[in-house]
């Protein structure tokens, strides 16, 4: 199903940003709130994926060698679906860190939800916990 429907059937804001992809306001149950990007589907010889990503922070400088270990670990020891990435250098030198999902485009509507609702709830956990390094602190 369509990005586009499937954010119709679930009564979720969105937009379209320059790259074609979806720009999803996403409200967990204890009230906070993300953006969670979504892409259309990428395809290679047998599979067709939809990737789901949410940023976490936007560390100043080089990303600590610590954090990055925890992060890794983390994928290893906690995470069901996806990880994290950097997503690029904003232009005042900060490095985006974001938590991706990929999930078939033949999904289930409950299980693009779950994703969603999974990328969301952990970009904004760390977020939170990296609060201090945005800061500068």
């Given at each position: 199903m369509p990005v586009e429907r499937t954010l119709r059937r679930l009564d979720l804001e969105y937009a379209l940003d320059r790259e074609g992809d979806f720009r999803v306001s996403v409200k967990l149950d204890d009230g906070r709130e993300t953006i969670v990007g979504i892409?259309?589907?990428?395809?290679?010889?047998k599979i067709r994926v939809r990737s789901m990503w949410s940023v976490a922070g936007r560390i100043?400088?080089?990303l600590?060698?610590?954090?990055?270990?925890?992060?890794l670990a983390d994928v290893w020891e906690s995470r069901i679906w996806g990880g994290w990435a950097l997503a690029g250098i904003t232009s005042d030198?900060?490095?985006v860190l974001v938590y991706i999902t990929r999930i078939?485009?033949?999904?289930?509507?409950?299980m693009f939800k779950e994703a969603l609702m999974y990328t969301a709830?952990?970009?904004?956990?760390?977020?939170?916990?990296l609060s201090y390094l945005e800061e500068g602190v």
């Open positions: 892409s259309p589907a990428v395809a290679n010889e100043p400088g080089k600590p060698d610590s954090l990055a270990e925890n992060l030198g900060r490095h078939p485009a033949s999904s289930s509507i409950r709830e952990t970009a904004i956990n760390l977020r939170e916990a």
